[in-house]
């Protein structure tokens, strides 16, 4: 510690390297934070994702009659069947889209992660235009408990009229993805007395089943149950589907690991120019802290120590941008941008990954230049040599 | 250095481009003694323009498979709906839709018109193993006409009425079980892949299974169609048939350019991938353009005696900040194109399943040179500093510097 100003002394030489050197380093972890997060956010989704959960989907496009519920509830090691609509449409604008997922009582059970209880759910088939709002969609908005707004769809209601009307009842989230997570949740029962066409149909049934191992052979079992029906369906369970569209969007831990590695590629040449360049000028100096009695191993500790400082200070200055800046960044972005805020979340653990890589990159950039000084003969370097 | 090359009788006459000239010349033939220092420059340009190259070879892809749109063909769908999916047009209305004036006629004399339905086929990529959807369209007799560009490469054409397919050229390719002879898994049983066609690599050929509309409508149990393609006789025709389809109260649809509608599916996945592009790109620019200050600044520094020579033997101070620039734009230069050729030789022509449809990614002329520019504007403003403050020096005390 008491060679502290010595470093810093020796870091602050030539000001103006040194900032630009540490600007480039703070830019590069932005941008390192930022993959990371992406490439974390869709990981995520995947583990989340249960296996214990299936998604029935109609095989061939189009809805599926609400009678296949009772049918899927008697499959042995179901537990729960619920049936999923959605209404889409818009708030105010075309720019804000909005959907209303249409269930029952029983989506308690289906998504446990978002912590309803059944008096809620219930109380949205009483009020019938009560919906329950996650957190981060209440407040892209700006909802707020009680706040009543009409979506523009164009699904028509009996009375012909296509603005649907509703009531925020409650606000919550998804828990497994907190602060992430953009849905609505309405009543089943409303929407489809409502509705003008496709009464009784639905989009997806979730199925909830006792074993998750069991999760490929029950899906089969439904699939086969309807196979011959007018309207077969696919059963996947929620961990398949979510592997499969993280991965049609393309091979993103590529995508990202490629970029991670050129960014961090440039760094280590840029700061490991900038401190041979630096050890290189001071050659003399260090000489005579040889001279005066510093080993070699201290000599060469004392670069190591401007690289670290440099890199750790630079590293957390980029990290703590992404943690803490990019966050109200993304809160001004416009809120028909979908849910790429949820992916830009940084988790601890990537920014943990962060600061081990600029330990990492301090060591190797400041390697050479400190074997140099480890190196150096004081009687050449004293004479110029 | 032969210093007999500059003689002092010839500096007075010697112009501002003969100064910058041969003070560029000097300053990167002493470009090998700070040779480290400029690899920064050199390498920080490359990942830059590296990087920002490969992303958007991904948005040349999908601009490849919706910039295909021809200006005679339109897309009747109906009023309100936006998309395809969201369209339903009554079997009903398809005579009245092909009676229309402006509608072309084919060399068979009917109206080139196609009623299109569609489902969709979870298919299974051969690169990760995962599942994905690919289109199943169905399309009218008339499809050809209506898409002249489609034809048969390998195999033959499907017949109405037999559960028949032909698949896209790139389908079998990226998926498994997809080629001539695969059984797919359809409505009501199993079809056969029976040709292979192109279509001019546009979205059809990239990630679409063709067959004939009535058969899969009737094995879906579908009503009605979801959208008729049109041939129109010319590009002015739009208006013509536009006019004739809304002016009839028997129909409620909308007429789109198929370039409107192509324009709009791709609109939205080419804005979101520049965005990414210019993001990371302009991310890792500044901290490339951070490198190249320190790298300019410290040749200025290494050259201080070297310029303040020159100036002293009455080299302009224009001329020096010209040659500061070359130099830093000559590094950027090298290094943007080391960057460019990495991310064409990495992704240009590689075929890729992008949401179910297999594009092509590529790097175009105009991306490239996008890039190179980039690479200059950094390396512009990382010089130019550095020039200034070399440019400005006093000359006394810098010639005495050690």
Not at chain 1, 47 to 52: K, S
Not at chain 1, 119 to 139: C, N, Y
Not at chain 1, 323 to 330: A, G, M
Not at chain 2, 194 to 214: H, K, N, P, Q, Y
Request: hydrophobic fraction near 50%.
């Amino acid at each position: 510690m008491k060679y502290l100003p010595l470093v810093l002394a020796g870091l602050w030489r030539k000001p103006a390297r040194t900032i630009f050197t540490f600007l480039s380093v703070v830019v590069a972890f932005i941008l390192f934070g930022i993959m990371a997060s992406i490439e974390s956010g869709f990981a995520k989704q995947v583990a989340v994702a249960r296996l214990d959960r299936l998604y029935v989907d109609t095989r061939f496009g189009g809805n599926m009659p609400i009678a296949y519920q009772n049918k899927i509830a008697a499959i042995p090691g179901v537990t729960i069947v619920e049936p999923v609509v959605s209404l889409n449409g818009y708030w105010k604008d075309p720019k804000n889209p909005a959907g209303v997922t249409m269930a029952d009582e029983h989506y308690v059970e289906a998504r446990p992660e978002y912590h309803l209880t059944h008096e809620q759910m219930r109380s949205l088939d009483r009020s019938r235009t009560g919906v329950i709002v996650s957190k981060t969609f209440a407040k892209r908005y700006n909802w707020k408990i009680g706040e009543r707004f009409a979506l523009t769809s164009p699904t028509p209601q009996t009375d012909g009229s296509k603005a649907w009307t509703f009531e925020v009842a409650a606000i919550t989230d998804n828990y497994d993805f907190p602060d992430a997570a953009l849905f609505m949740l309405g009543s089943y029962k409303y929407f489809d007395e409502a509705r003008v066409t496709e009464k009784g149909m639905v989009q997806r049934f979730l199925v909830r089943i006792a074993n998750p191992d069991r999760s490929a052979e029950i899906g089969r079992t439904i699939d086969n149950l309807f196979a011959n029906s007018p309207q077969p369906t696919r059963t996947l369970s929620e961990k398949a589907n979510a592997q499969a569209a993280t991965a049609s969007i393309g091979d993103i831990t590529f995508f990202t690991r490629s970029i991670i590695g050129a960014v961090l590629f440039m760094l280590l040449f840029l700061t490991g120019n900038t401190l041979m360049q630096s050890v290189r000028e001071r050659t003399p100096e260090f000489a005579v802290l040889k001279t005066i009695g510093f080993s070699d191993r201290g000599v060469l500790g004392l670069v190591l120590a401007e690289s670290v400082i440099l890199c750790i200070l630079a590293g957390l200055a980029g990290l703590c941008f992404d943690k803490f800046v990019v966050p109200v960044l993304i809160g001004l972005l416009p809120s028909n941008s979908g849910n790429a805020g949820a992916l830009l979340m940084m988790p601890w653990s990537a920014a943990a990954t962060g600061m081990a890589f600029a330990l990492l990159m301090a060591g190797i950039a400041g390697f050479f230049p400190a074997l140099r000084v480890k190196r150096l003969n004081v009687v050449d370097a004293l004479a110029g040599r | 250095m032969s210093w007999t090359r500059w003689p002092a009788a010839e500096e007075k006459k010697m112009g501002f481009l003969g100064q910058t000239g041969t003070v560029t010349r000097l300053g990167l033939s002493t470009l090998r003694n700070r040779f480290g220092a400029s690899l920064v420059v050199v390498i920080g340009m490359a990942c830059v323009v590296g990087a920002l190259l490969s992303i958007l070879s991904l948005s040349t892809g999908v601009m490849n498979v919706v910039g295909h749109g021809h200006k005679d063909r339109a897309i009747v769908m109906s009023q309100g709906a936006q998309f395809e999916g969201a369209s339903t047009i009554k079997r009903a209305d398809l005579g009245t839709i092909s009676d229309a004036p402006g509608v072309m006629k084919a060399a068979d004399g009917r109206p080139a018109v196609s009623a299109e339905i569609f489902s969709n086929l979870s298919v299974y990529k051969k690169s990760d193993g995962l599942f994905t959807f690919v289109a199943v369209r169905g399309v009218g007799t008339e499809a050809q006409a209506v898409r002249p560009e489609l034809h048969i490469v390998k195999g033959r054409m499907f017949q109405p009425g037999k559960f028949e397919v032909i698949v896209g050229k790139n389908i079998p390719t990226l998926y498994k079980d997809m080629d001539i002879g695969s059984k797919l898994d359809l409505p009501q049983g199993q079809w056969t892949v029976v040709g292979i066609f192109e279509s001019g690599g546009d979205i059809l050929e990239g990630g679409t299974v063709l067959t004939d509309a009535d058969t899969l409508s009737s094995a879906l149990r579908a009503p009605a169609y979801k959208s008729v393609w049109v041939r129109l006789k010319s590009p002015a025709d739009f208006a013509t048939l536009r006019k004739a389809l809304t002016a009839n109260p028997s129909l409620s649809v909308e007429l789109t350019s198929e370039t409107d509608y192509l324009k709009r599916e791709g609109a939205n996945i080419n804005t979101i991938l520049t965005v990414i592009a210019f993001v990371v790109g302009g991310i890792m620019g500044l901290g490339a353009m951070f490198g190249a200050l320190n790298t300019m600044y410290s040749a200025v520094s290494s050259r201080k005696v070297e310029i303040a020579t020159l100036r002293a033997i009455g080299f302009g101070g224009g001329a020096v900040i010209f040659s500061v620039l070359a130099e830093s734009l000559f590094l950027a230069l090298v290094g943007a194109l080391i960057g460019a050729f990495f991310a064409w030789a990495a992704f240009a022509g590689h075929l890729q399943s992008f949401g179910g449809v297999a594009i092509k990614l590529g790097i175009t002329p105009r991306q490239g040179m996008g890039g190179v520019f980039f690479a200059f504007v950094l390396a512009f403003i990382g010089g130019i500093f550095p020039a200034l403050k070399a440019a400005r020096q006093p000359i006394a005390t810098a010639i005495r510097a050690t």
